[in-house]
């Protein structure tokens, strides 16, 4: 499975559901904290929104 994060500079990425460790709001934002690429801890970033992708879904 995959998450679609959306960014608010209208961008997107795709993060593999094991990475995304959680969404939640702060300050007002709508926040996503993932896995580190090396796996060393957690980053937060900012995002306007996110969508599940499942096995044999399109991705677009």
């Known amino acids: 499975m ?7 500079d209208d961008d997107w990425c795709y993060r593999g559901l094991q ?3 959680a969404v939640f709001h702060k300050d007002g934002k709508l926040i996503a904290r993932a896995e580190r690429g ?4 957690y980053y937060e970033f900012e995002i306007t929104g996110f ?3 499942g096995p044999g879904e399109i991705l677009t």
């Open 2 to 8: 995959m998450v679609k994060f959306y960014y608010p």
């Open 38 to 41: 090396d796996r060393n801890g």
């Open 51 to 53: 969508e599940l992708k």
């Open 19 to 21: 990475t995304v460790h």
